[in-house]
Structure formats: structure tokens, C-alpha cells
């Protein structure tokens, strides 16, 4: 499975931003895809995931209200879509994916295939 994600920028705070990954590859083998972001110098953080099959969500409380996860099985793409962005949400967002049911869903080892980071930059 490879993935491809895009969407970042600069954006200002309190702006929207929508964030792609697609998939393609063995897509039917997977279970759940997920977004994570990286500040240079800092672990990556569990932003959000969501299984493939279902569409079942779960979202970091330090986005849940402002970020919205979902995905489009037709297209074998996810999209994260940031609202009231702040200053503390520039990262590097990677997305990543697997095919299995067991593993902590926050935890970057849980994940088998990564797509390259996307950065994303708030600042007026």
C-alpha cells in the first residue's frame, strides 16, 4: 500500500485547511487510516483515524471540535478537515494506514505504511 498526501500551506489563524491522503495499492486489505503531525524536535502526535470499513472516528482532544475526519471509499482517499486553526496546529501532518484490528490506534507502531508529510503552517 502506498499513500499520498497533500493539502498543507500557510494558512491564518482561525482559517481552514483540508488535508488529503489516497491510498492505492492493496486498499482492500485496509482497516483504519490515520493523521499524525510532527513538530521538528518533538514525537509525532495521534491526531486522528478512522476505520476504513464504517467509517468509525476518533479524534485527539487537542483537535476534537475543530478537526474532522472522514473518508471517501470510491476514491480510496481520507480527508482531514481543520477549522479554527491555531498557531499550535503547524506540523508536519503525515497520514498513515494498516490492515489490522489490533494495535493502539494512537500509537505511531501500530502503522504499517506512511505517506510523506505535508507541512502545514498557521501565522498571520
Known amino acids: 500500500v502506498q499513500l499520498q498526501a497533500f493539502g498543507g500551506g500557510l494558512v491564518q489563524p482561525g482559517g481552514f485547511l483540508r488535508l488529503s491522503c489516497v491510498a492505492s495499492g492493496r486498499t482492500s ?3 483504519i487510516m ?17 476505520t ?3 467509517g468509525r472516528t476518533y479524534v485527539s482532544p487537542y483537535v476534537k471540535g475543530r478537526f474532522t475526519f472522514y473518508s471517501d471509499n470510491s476514491k480510496n482517499a481520507a480527508y ?3 477549522s479554527s486553526l491555531k498557531p499550535e496546529d503547524t ?3 503525515f497520514c498513515a494506514a494498516d490492515p489490522q484490528y489490533s494495535g493502539d ?3 505511531t507502531e501500530k502503522y504499517d505504511y506512511w505517506g510523506q ?8
Open 52 to 54: 476504513w470499513i464504517g
Open 29 to 31: 486489505s485496509l482497516y
Open 105 to 107: 490506534k494512537y500509537s
Open 80 to 82: 482531514l478537515q481543520m
Open 117 to 124: 508529510g505535508t507541512l502545514v503552517t498557521v501565522s498571520s
Open 91 to 93: 506540523a508536519v501532518y
Open 34 to 50: 490515520a493523521w499524525f503531525r510532527q513538530v521538528r524536535g518533538w514525537e509525532r502526535e495521534f491526531v486522528a483515524a478512522i
